[in-house]
């Protein structure tokens, strides 16, 4: 695994805190959650001192767009085009083991 990018002195920075190595598992959800933190931070910076809601942060992502920390180019969302948005179920995903398993049938959303 690529060990100069941005993300990995940020993971190593850190890495005694957690229990978990720079692997694929980890740098799957790495820029997920990157992504995640730096709207919140986005959305508190412009509320302030106010508390900050889910639909500020989703708001923060869809107007801006996002680093990869060296791992993949900027990210940004098409909200609009995005054919997730009209989902009507799911199915729950497993890592374990290094192997990816589906752990429930297709689970309806409630619109």
């Known amino acids: 695994m690529d060990q100069g990018t941005e993300a990995y002195k940020i993971y190593e920075s850190r890495q005694s805190k957690y229990q978990t190595r720079w692997s694929a ?16 931070e986005r959305a508190q910076a412009k509320a302030g001192k106010a508390r900050i809601t889910g639909e500020q942060v989703f708001a923060e992502m869809r107007a801006g767009s996002f680093n990869g920390y060296g791992l993949i180019g900027k990210i940004q969302f098409d909200i609009d085009g995005d054919p997730t948005q009209g989902a009507d179920s799911v199915v729950v995903l497993q890592q374990n083991g290094g192997k990816i398993t589906k752990v429930s049938e297709l689970i309806p959303l409630v619109k």
């Open 25 to 40: 598992d980890t740098l799957l959800h790495f820029g997920s959650m990157m992504v995640l933190l730096d709207a919140i």
